[in-house]
Structures are given as structure tokens and as C-alpha cells.
């Protein structure tokens, strides 16, 4: 069935290889692009990298409990980690700038003492929740 199939390869990777038109579409200009392009990838994957080890976030620990310091101090093993205290959310935005920052988590008061009863009791209705705030750019869409 496919008894002459290697004789006509070979014939036909002698014509590609005799026209420079096709030797240089087909094997030169790609030894020259992949090597640009996966110089370009890596660059931009390592400037993505620096950004992410530079990120920091802004807690605002209104609770001041046992569990609160547990979860601000498990946050700073990853990232950069500034705290207010004790202050309203809105006064918390306002100081995002200062810190150079975009994110904002809000530990609520009774957050500590939901996560001891929780724990300690084993009550699973009980929650205990952290709020996140984030900064986005206003993108305005064209509505048709």
C-alpha cells in the first residue's frame, strides 16, 4: 500500500530543499521567529512575575482577636502586609494610596470570637467572614 511512499518522499524533500522561495519561508524564517517569540514570552512572564512578588494588600483589622492576628500573619507569609486599625472602611480606601495599594481586606469585629465558637464548640452554622475590597479602573462600554 505504501510501498513507494519513501521514494517519492525523498523527491519531494529534494524539490522543497532546490527552491530557495520555500527553503526560506518554510525553514530559515522560522529558525528566526521562535526564538524572537519565546524571548519576547519569557520577558514578559518575568516582568508578570516581579509584579506579583511585589504585591501588597491592606488589612483592616477591626476585630484585634487571637484568630485575626492568626490570618494576618498566614497573609504575610505570601505578601506584603500593611495594617490599620480599628477605623471605617471608607477612612480605609482613603489610605490606599498611602500604601501603595489597590486590595483591601476588612476583618469585622466578632470575627475571632465566630471562629473560637466555631472551633471550639464545633457549631458548623456559625461563620465567620472577612470583606474584600478592590480598586478597578472604570472601563466605559459602547452599548449598541
Do not use: H
Not at 58 to 87: A, C, M, P, Q, R
Not at 129 to 134: A, C, P
Amino acid at each position: 500500500m505504501l510501498k513507494g511512499f519513501g521514494n517519492i518522499l525523498v523527491k519531494e524533500i529534494k524539490e522543497l530543499i532546490r527552491d530557495p522561495k520555500i527553503l526560506l519561508g518554510m525553514i530559515i524564517v522560522p529558525l528566526i521567529m521562535f526564538p524572537i517569540l519565546g524571548g519576547i514570552m519569557n520577558f514578559s512572564m518575568e516582568s508578570a512575575k516581579e509584579k506579583a512578588e511585589k504585591a501588597s494588600v491592606l488589612v483592616l483589622n477591626n476585630d484585634g482577636g487571637n484568630y485575626s492576628e492568626l490570618f494576618i500573619n498566614y497573609l504575610s507569609s505570601y505578601i506584603k502586609v500593611s495594617v490599620v486599625n480599628n477605623t471605617s472602611v471608607e477612612n480605609a480606601v482613603g489610605m490606599l494610596p498611602d500604601y501603595n495599594t489597590t486590595e483591601l481586606i476588612e476583618i469585622p469585629v466578632g470575627f475571632s470570637e465566630n471562629m473560637t465558637e466555631r472551633v471550639e464548640k464545633n457549631r458548623l452554622n456559625i461563620t465567620a467572614t472577612v470583606n474584600f475590597y478592590s480598586v478597578f479602573p472604570v472601563v466605559e462600554c459602547l452599548k449598541v
